[in-house]
C-alpha cells in the first residue's frame, strides 16, 4: 500500500507529477535545491507541441553540429570537454542518429503525446491558474529543403489527430504581418498551444498547495538512504524525509541522484539561451518556429519570448553573449521589426538530455519504491501531465501492466542498464 511520496524537484516534472499524486490522495512532499523557479521549467519558451515529437538524434544532426563547430553564433554546438560522462553520452549520441532510431522515437513520442492538450485543458478546467493560449503555432522557413524534415514528421503526428498544414509565404504574413519578406512558405498547426512557463509552476504550485503537498525549498537533496532494494528516506536540507515511495525528477541533476541510488543515467545538458522582448516591436498572435534559426518565438501577455540554441557540453547557466546575439540576429531575418544590434538582458536553461533523445519514466533498476520522471530534453512542458499520468499509474498498478504503462514501454530507465552503464544497482 502505498501512501506516502518524496518527490525531489520542482521543476515542471515533479510539480505535475505532484500534483497527480495529490489527487490520487496521496500525502506528498516535493524538496527543491533552490529557492522558487530555478531550472529549465522557467527557462523555456512554454510550447505543448506534440506536433514536435521528433527526438534530437536524427540522421545528419552530429554532421551539422560538426560544421557549426567553432562559430559561436550557431544555433546548435557541441563544446569539447574531457567529463568522461560528456564524451560517453555524445558518442551515445552518435550511436542513436540515424533513421531507425529516429523513426522508433517519433512513434513512441507521438503516442505518449496522444492526450497533451486534454490533459492541459483539464488544468484549466480543475482551477490550476496559468497563462494559457490556445491560438496554435506557425513553422516558417525561407527554404523548402529546411522544411521537409519538420513536414515529414508532423505527418506521423497526424495520427494523433494533430495537423500541420502548407501555407505560402503570403498566407503566412496575412496571419503574421510581422513575418519578413524572406519567408517563402510554412507549416500552420492550429492544435498546438503555449503556456508561460513561469505562471504554470506558480499555478500548479498553488493547487498542489491547496491539494495538501508541502513544499520544502532551498533543500539539496543530499543523501539516500535505503535498506537493500528500498530506500527508506533522503536527506534534504539537513531534514530526513521518509516516504513509502520516492520520485526522481531532479532534471540535469537526477543523474547524480540516480548514482546515488546506485544506477547510472546518461542524463546530461543540452544548454538554451533566450531573451523576453517587451518593447512591443514584435507583436504576434501564434507561437512561431523560426525553422532555418531553430528560434522558438512565443507571444505571451505582456511581452514576447525568444529562445534557441542546442550547446552541448556545457554545465553552468551563465549566458554567453554570442550565442545570445546569434538569436537575435537570425531572429530579425524572420521578424524584421526586432532590431538585429538589440542587446536584451538574457537567460539560459539546462535541458535534461538522453543521449536516444527520449525521456526516462519509470522504476529505477535495483531500487523497489524509487521511480525517475526526467530526460525530457526539448519537451519536458509538452510531456509534463502525461509523465504524471504514467508515474501514477505505475505507481497504483505495481507491476501490472495497464494501456498507460504500456506506452511508457519505450521510456523505461531499463534501456541504459546493459554494458559499461550498469553499475551496482545492487550492492
Ligand atoms: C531554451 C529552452 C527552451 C525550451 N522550450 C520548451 C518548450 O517550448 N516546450 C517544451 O515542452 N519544453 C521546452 N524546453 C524543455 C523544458 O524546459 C525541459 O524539458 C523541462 O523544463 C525539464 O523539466 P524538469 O522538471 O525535468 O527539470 P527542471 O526544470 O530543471 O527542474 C528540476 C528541479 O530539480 C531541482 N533539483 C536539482 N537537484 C536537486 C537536488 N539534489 N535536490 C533537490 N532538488 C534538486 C532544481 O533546483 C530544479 O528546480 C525548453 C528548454 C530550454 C532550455
Known sequence: MTDSAVIVGAGVIGLATAYRLAR????VTVVDAARSEAGASAHNAGWVVPI???????????????????????PLSVRLSPRPEHVRFMTGMLRYSNAKDFQHGLEALTTLNQRTVELFDAYEKDGVPFEYHRTGQLMVFHTRKAM???????????????????????????????????????LQCPQERHVDPVSLLQGLTERCTELGVRFLFDSPVTAIRHRGPVVTSVVAGGRELAADVFV????????????????????????????????????????????????????????????GTMEFGSTGTGVDRH???????SAHEYLPALPANAQPPGWAGLRPMTPDGLP??????????????????????T?????????????????QESPVTRMARPFDPRRFASGRTRTAAHS
Open 24 to 27: 490520487d490522495g496521496l500525502d
Open 52 to 74: 514536435m515529437s521528433a527526438p534530437v538524434p536524427a540522421p545528419g544532426m552530429i554532421g551539422t553540429a560538426l560544421k557549426w563547430m567553432g562559430r559561436r553564433e550557431s
Open 360 to 381: 526516462v519514466i519509470g522504476p529505477l533498476p535495483g531500487k523497489d519504491n524509487v521511480l525517475v520522471a526526467s530526460g525530457h530534453c526539448m519537451l519536458g512542458v
Open 248 to 307: 526522481l525528477a531532479a532534471g540535469v541533476s537526477t543523474g547524480v541522484l540516480a548514482r546515488q541510488a546506485g544506477f547510472r543515467l546518461p542524463i546530461q545538458p543540452g544548454k538554451g539561451y533566450g531573451f523576453d522582448d517587451a518593447t512591443g516591436a514584435v507583436t504576434l498572435r501564434h507561437s512561431v518556429y523560426l525553422g532555418e534559426a531553430k528560434v522558438a518565438v512565443t507571444p505571451l501577455a505582456d511581452r514576447v519570448r525568444f529562445a
Open 383 to 399: 510531456l509534463a501531465p502525461v509523465t504524471a499520468e504514467v508515474i501514477s499509474a505505475q505507481i497504483k498498478g505495481g507491476r
Open 323 to 329: 550565442r545570445l546575439r546569434g538569436i537575435v540576429r
Open 148 to 186: 521537409q524534415g519538420y513536414q515529414a514528421a508532423a505527418e506521423e503526428v497526424g495520427r494523433i489527430g494533430h495537423t500541420a498544414v502548407q501555407l505560402s509565404g503570403d498566407e503566412l504574413r496575412d496571419l503574421e504581418p510581422a513575418l519578413g519578406a524572406h519567408v517563402q512558405m510554412g
